[in-house]
């Protein structure tokens, strides 16, 4: 079966574009809200001192298709960023988003280096 075909069947319910826009915006509103906003979950303090939003990059790393994992035996698709000090070129960690093969968000993950 080549990746096509694959791809049919695994982004039937929503595409592969609209998981990858929707963590993307997840994530700019989660640095939206950690350097401008009340930091309610304290992220600030995992990123350098004296750096703000527009510091940062992103960057699509990968899209994976798992068909079995250790934490579930369901098809999930992940979206993983990359997350990058802008000069220089330094990667800070990552942001997923795990969906179901339905395109429904499972989980949330963020990883800081």
Not at 44 to 67: C, H, M, R, S, Y
Request: a negative charge; glycine letters at 2%.
């Amino acid at each position: 079966m080549n990746n096509d075909v694959i791809e049919k069947l695994v982004f039937a319910q929503k595409s592969k574009s609209e998981l990858i826009d929707e963590t993307i915006i997840s994530l700019q509103a989660l640095l939206h809200k950690t350097f401008t906003e009340d930091d309610k979950q304290n992220l600030k303090k995992d990123f350098p001192g004296n750096i703000q939003a527009e510091d940062l990059k992103i960057k699509l790393d990968n899209v994976v298709i798992n068909i079995e994992s250790f934490k579930s035996t369901q098809l999930t698709i992940e979206v993983i960023l990359d997350i990058f000090l802008h000069k220089p070129n330094y990667e800070l960690g990552t942001y997923s988003h795990i969906f179901n093969e339905k395109g429904d968000l499972i989980d949330e993950l963020l990883v800081m280096n």
